[in-house]
């Protein structure tokens, strides 16, 4: 009698049921989100609160600080482009054909998720030096490619190549085939069924893709670091950059730098949601 | 029975069905397959080759003196205490708040999941920065907590703190799909026959979601151990005390040595494969029970 | 369009889907393909639009060879079972794909793209959805929507793979009747698939009945319904009993009885007659069996009967006149008024 008053009482925050245990799951779960992820977070956006507008704004348009965030993005958005291209091919090749050894390579895919990011850093690195197995080869036509932005390129390719390939492939799985027909009967051949048919389709989940490993690659420090040189104003990233500016006890610096990273990142992360929620209301899939 | 060869989903998972109107010619077809197979060479197959390459330039005697050095050991010990303590942490969170999320309505559910997933669009830096800022010198809490000899920054627990906030979703955005997927029939049917909450979860969910959660865990183990920016703002890369195996291969790397810090980069990579081999094998015979195995 | 079908084959990895089969498709005719799952029936309509090639055979429409077009070049209209709507392009998009995919030479200018596109709509009642997303529209106006975009190409024939399959009760008998009168006003010749039989009959001129890859009747509703010629157009189409008999001096034998029936044959045969083509009877040679369940339908009572000896009876059912005594456990002594025997 008393469970039931309760509940109803409690029916504005959650609808009644008869599985236990919501008060000590939720309690605990937003306990340790709370210590563990806002209350830190809530300490970096104090800082930046604290800091007055023309501080922030000194170090947000600092020479170097621009630079770094234009390497950081700029890089991570010709990676993405990169892996738009191929991680549809590699997914198509995936989904569609079947060759010797498909399983494996579907498995390779996520070696970047799996591999740290130093290990990767630094075996690009050495690759990529003029003295490294591809370095040494691209050497002679006068072309570098570690210790210049392109080392970063090559980097964040490696980090973003499963992002775009995960979230096509599934949504690639789900294409009925009848559409393709369709498409055959009423004329069309194989580029525009592929072109004016399938890629559109695919359009929300590679959009999604290229935001998910732009917005890893924006952030990326690990496997960045040992191939790009860090070269101030040329080659040094914006999270370089933090860490160089807390090594020299600059916390506002690194401060000002994390949050407009943050609020970057952020916009991206609700750009994306709004695909999503945009594409599935529109064509009844995300 | 040929009527059903057709039905679209058995097409999809069977390639070599697919028809003439909805393929491409075997030229185009191979073409394509080998453009997409030289781009994954090119860019995974030989960074991982070059790892082990460059580990044995020495020879055999070269890279295990590498691995047997008190400062590479200690590093090893170092990380494998930091996933010890990281994992089942994230791992009670992850089946906590699957819970609450799978098995209620609330208000305010989207916005929770949306915290969750936070610290995947966080920069790993910012990750221990934000940490640098809650314990450093210049804060509040931090000379504090050193008056009462409390180390959290430069010492263990502040790489723990970074490593659990960098794995925090993990467990976490497996068992929620997962979760809601399968209602809460099951555990209505139990508790309806008696069971209490805890032999209900015990009997009736753990063994529905076991593969699921072995599968997060598998994921949030590579990632605790192989952590780098968040671990390297919070550590301080004190040799043989606070360094773990990734910051223990970019402190030889930065000192040229190559041959040891692609020594200790093996068991990493050999670490990154069998997650691998794992998450495939997972994947391939419980599927079905294993919500997002194809996102991340 | 004239439509023939010459000696076709087809084997999916050496599976035998269809065995050598041959059909005439008249201009202008609406023709159902009827069978049961795995009777190679939407294997024949795929066959035809060009989206399989035929292991050996021909198709010809009209006087020309199409067995080596594309399904590109062939020009069929075709429906498929869900639809497959292009679900990222509205209504109006979907319609007018066909044309817009035409090579430049051939295809209409915008604005007359345009005007057929809502000319179709119109067509399949659907003015004023043209902005639509196929996902924002009912069941039974995709299935519209998906006729007029295949209609938009001016095919040769329009083929409709289990048109209704997807549709519940209510708006399936609706659409039917509509694609009836739309057959009628555009007369294009079309085939489509089903295996309901109640479809087949209602709306085709013929109906070709298919089983395991072969075609084993093509004809109108009356003709395979009254006169099916085999055991399995008999036992498919409509409700039936069957019972296993031997003939002999010139009659035909149920379990070493004779139950009254006349015949010219001898040898083993299944005898085939429909429940309501029975009359009771209290004397002479009759088939007899007991009532094990009865129900009433519409005018008449159904009663279930074993027929045959204890231990070999057989289950079938029979109508009986609502005044005839049909109690459970009860004799009932029949004879078949009309009946088919097919000898096995």
């Known amino acids: 009698m008393t469970d039931t008053t309760y509940a109803v009482a409690k029916w504005r925050i959650r609808k009644p049921s008869v599985i236990p245990g919501f008060g000590l799951t939720l309690g605990f779960s937003l306990a340790y989100l709370s210590l563990i992820i806002l209350i830190p977070i809530s300490g970096l956006v104090w800082r930046t609160a604290s800091m007055g507008w023309g501080e922030f704004f000194a170090i947000a348009t600092d020479e170097r600080t621009l630079r770094a965030l234009y390497v950081s993005f700029g890089t991570a958005f010709v990676a993405g482009l990169v892996n738009v291209v191929f991680g549809v091919l590699v997914a198509w090749i995936l989904v569609r054909y079947n060759f010797r050894g498909r399983r494996l390579i579907d498995s390779v895919v996520d070696l970047p998720f799996a591999l740290p990011t130093a290990v990767a850093g630094i075996a690009l690195a050495a690759l990529y030096a003029p003295n490294g197995w591809v370095g040494s080869l691209v050497a002679p036509l006068g ?44 004329g069309a051949n194989r580029f525009q069924t592929i072109r004016r048919v399938l890629l559109p389709g695919l359009m929300p989940a590679i959009l999604t893709g290229f935001a998910l490993a732009f917005a890893r690659g924006v952030g990326e420090y690990g496997s960045v670091i040992f191939i790009a040189g860090n070269i101030p104003y040329v080659s040094e990233i914006a999270p370089l950059l933090i860490v160089i500016r807390l090594e020299e006890f600059h916390y506002e610096g690194a401060t000002a730098i994390a949050s407009i990273m943050l609020v970057i990142s952020f916009a991206m992360l609700f750009i994306i949601n709004l695909i999503q929620a945009w594409s599935r209301r529109r064509f009844g899939h995300a | ?113 949306t915290l969750i997933d936070l610290p995947f669009s966080i920069s790993p830096v910012i990750s221990g920065l934000v940490y640098v800022l809650l314990f450093g010198s210049q804060s509040v809490l931090g000379p504090l907590l050193k008056s009462h000899g409390i180390e959290i920054l430069f010492a263990v627990p502040g790489i723990v703190l970074a ?36 032999q209900t979860f015990w009997r009736v969910t753990l063994p529905n979601i076991k593969w699921g959660l072995l599968y997060g865990v598998l994921l949030c183990n590579a990632r605790a151990m192989g952590e780098f920016g968040a671990v390297s703002v919070v550590s301080g890369h004190i040799r043989g005390l606070t360094n773990t195996m990734p910051l223990h291969v970019e402190i ?45 | 369009m004239e439509v023939t079908i010459s000696n076709i084959r087809k084997e999916f990895d050496l599976y035998p889907a269809l065995h050598d089969v041959s059909l005439n498709i008249r201009s202008g005719e609406l023709i159902a393909l009827l069978g049961p799952s795995g009777s190679g029936k939407t294997t024949l309509l795929r066959l035809i639009a060009g989206l399989e090639h035929p292991t050996a055979g021909q198709i010809f429409f009209g006087n020309e060879d199409a067995s080596n077009r594309t399904v590109q070049e062939r020009n069929v209209g075709f429906v498929f079972q869900h639809y497959a709507l292009f679900r990222h392009m509205t209504v109006a998009d979907n319609i007018a794909f066909g044309l817009t995919v035409r090579p430049r030479a051939t295809r209409p200018a915008k604005a007359e793209i345009r005007r057929r596109a809502a000319e179709l709509l119109d067509m399949v009642h659907l003015s004023g959805l043209e902005k639509r ?59 489509f698939v089903t295996h309901d039989q109640e479809e087949a009959l209602e709306l085709a001129d013929r109906v070709v009945v298919m089983s395991q890859g072969k075609i084993e009747q093509v004809g109108s509703a009356d003709d395979v319904y009254d006169t099916p010629n085999s055991a399995f157009v008999f036992s498919f189409i409509g409700s039936s009993a069957s019972l296993p008999v031997e003939r002999r001096d010139g009659m035909v034998f149920f379990q070493d009885q004779p139950i009254g029936l006349a015949t010219d044959a001898t040898g083993p045969a299944q005898l085939f007659f429909r429940p309501q083509d029975v009359a009771l009877t209290s004397e002479g040679a009759a088939l007899s069996g007991k009532v094990t369940a009865s129900r009433r339908l519409a005018g008449a009572r159904i009663a279930e009967i074993d027929v045959g000896n204890d231990g070999n009876a057989h289950h079938i059912e029979i109508e009986v006149p609502l005044d005839a005594v049909a109690t459970l456990g009860s004799e009932i002594r029949f004879r078949p008024t009309r009946w088919e025997q097919f000898a096995s």
């Open chain 1, 143 to 186: 072309l570098k490619i570690a210790f210049t932005p392109l080392g970063i390129i090559v980097a964040l390719i490696f980090i973003g190549l499963p992002f775009v390939v995960r979230t096509v492939q599934p949504v690639m799985e789900e294409i009925d085939s009848e559409v393709e027909e369709a498409a055959a009967t009423l």
């Open chain 2, 252 to 296: 030889l790397y930065n000192e040229y040595n190559f041959v040891a810090a692609f020594a200790v980069a093996t068991l990493l990579a050999l670490l990154a494969l069998v997650t691998l081999v794992l998450k495939a094998v997972l994947e391939r015979r419980f599927g079905a029970e294993i919500a997002a195995s194809r996102k991340h």
């Open chain 3, 133 to 191: 997303y196929p996902n924002q529209l009912s069941g039974g106006q995709r299935q519209r929507v998906a006729l007029a975009r295949a209609m938009a190409i001016e095919p040769k024939v329009l083929l409709l793979d289990e048109p209704f399959g997807a549709l519940d009760a209510q708006v399936r008998k609706e659409l039917r009747r509509w694609l009836r009168e739309f057959h009628d006003r555009t007369g294009h010749t079309t085939v």
């Open chain 2, 1 to 113: 029975m040929h009527d059903n060869a057709r039905s679209p989903a058995a097409s999809a998972r069977k390639p070599e069905t697919f028809r003439d109107a909805a393929s491409e010619t075997p030229f185009v077809r191979h073409l394509l397959i080998f453009a997409a197979l030289a781009y994954l060479a090119f860019f995974l197959l030989l960074p991982l080759v070059s790892i082990f390459v460059e580990a044995f330039r020495r020879g055999a005697g070269a890279y295990f003196d590498a691995l047997i050095e008190p400062d590479a050991l200690a590093a090893i010990r170092l990380t494998l205490l930091v996933a010890a303590i990281a994992v089942p942490l994230n791992l009670v969170f992850g089946v906590a708040a699957a819970w609450a999320i799978a098995k209620f309505e609330f208000k305010g559910k989207a916005f929770l999941i």
């Open chain 2, 163 to 198: 490593t659990v906030f960098v794995t925090f979703p993990f467990v976490a955005r497996e068992l929620i799909p997962l979760m809601q997927d399968q209602g809460t029939g099951d555990e209505e049917a139990a508790l309806s026959l008696g069971a209490s909450g805890w």
